[in-house]
């Protein structure tokens, strides 16, 4: 019976990949779970297409001593997204753990319908990754008071910091920072350069941090111009038709910022079908992919930005400490670095997504 369910849960994913995306590249919205309790990966799959053994598959081996833990992704929109799931699951996927993995498919009201299961079914960590920062006082809330501590990663939330346990992840003011630092020292101060933004998902720390760090920097010099900086929801489709956009609205763009590597494969694909070239342009990009650092070597991007997705071995510990009493960082950065093209040939081979 659960194998007649399993794979009736896998035709309607695969289904629903077809229907609603058309291709492999835009697929946060890949199932439609409305009126349907949430699933786990067990369920479905974790966003690559294919069936995850996620804990909940595992029942046999679990023990009601086995530590609970529930993870609630953002949705499988990019490769550092599934590289960060994976993490997480090579992680916690384990015999130490029940581990039960939520895709919250691009809706922040999936991820609250997962915090909701897990409370109910008194889970002893819930990790959490917020598609956006407003909007989880309640759900937090609802947790604290059920005792179950809730450690925030990659993106941040905006309410009381008292309301969940820390958060772990990385400093996208500072990559923002330093993409235009990398930009001011490459180009430098006087000769005129416009700038286009292709921006990440609306209220995301990511596209946040990203944006105004960008902008703190860039801000200082007048040879500057940033003509728009508009939504591409970290979406490769979505990134290409804004950079189609962008390249009809204007005659002169020197500079291209995509808030993540997916959006500048669209961007890429968007130049060369209009009879243009990548390398004309200086194109900034962040994650730092292994499939950004060869369009680095095939000359597409100049820099990317590094944001650093295998977080679970970190998560573990923090966690563990904080089931063991001790004290934690609230904030903790991951470690995370700047790469030129120039060092792309170098360090292709690695990197670890
Ligand atoms: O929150 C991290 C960002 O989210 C990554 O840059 C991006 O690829 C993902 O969608």
């Known amino acids: 019976m659960k194998k007649k369910i399993s794979l009736l849960f896998l035709a309607i994913f695969i289904v629903g990949i077809m229907v609603g995306c058309g291709s492999n590249e835009s697929m946060s919205k890949k199932v439609e779970l409305r009126d349907e309790p949430v699933k786990s990966s067990s369920d479905y799959g974790n966003g690559t297409g294919n069936i995850s053994s996620g804990g909940t598959n595992k029942d046999n081996n679990t023990t009601s001593d086995t530590l609970k833990v529930g993870f609630i992704q953002t949705a499988n929109e990019s490769g550092w997204r599934a590289a960060h799931t994976q993490s997480m699951k090579d992680t916690f996927d384990t015999d130490e753990y029940t581990y039960t993995f939520v895709d919250g498919q691009g809706d922040q009201a999936v991820q609250i319908a997962g915090m909701e299961r897990f409370i109910k079914e008194a889970y002893d960590v819930i990790i959490l990754d917020p ?57 430098g101060t006087t000769e005129a350069q416009n700038i286009v933004i292709l921006e990440g998902t609306k209220g995301a720390s990511a596209q946040l941090g990203r944006t105004s760090g960008f902008d703190a920097v860039i801000s200082q010099y007048d040879n500057y111009t940033v003509l728009a900086s508009e939504d591409g929801d970290f979406d490769k489709a979505k990134g290409k038709e804004l950079m189609k956009n962008y390249m009809g609205r204007f005659d002169k763009i020197d500079v291209i910022v995509t808030q993540n590597d997916n959006m500048a494969y669209g961007v890429i694909e968007a130049i060369n079908e209009a009879g243009k070239k990548p390398s004309d342009y200086t194109i900034i990009s962040f994650d730092g992919e292994a499939n950004a650092f060869k369009e680095m070597i095939n000359g597409n991007i100049a820099v990317d930005i590094e944001c650093n997705p295998l977080q679970g071995p970190t998560i573990e510990a923090v966690m563990k400490k904080l089931l063991a009493g001790e004290t934690v960082e609230k904030k903790l950065y991951m470690e995370e670095g700047v790469y030129p093209a120039s060092v792309a040939a170098q360090e292709v081979a690695n990197r670890k997504y």
């Open 131 to 187: 598609i956006v920062e407003e909007g989880w006082d309640d759900i937090l809330k609802k947790a604290q008071n059920a005792d179950i501590p809730v450690i925030v990663v990659d993106r941040m939330v905006s309410s009381d910091s008292s309301l969940y346990s820390c958060w772990i992840g990385s400093d996208f003011e500072k990559e923002g920072k330093d993409a235009a630092q990398w930009l001011v020292d490459n180009k």
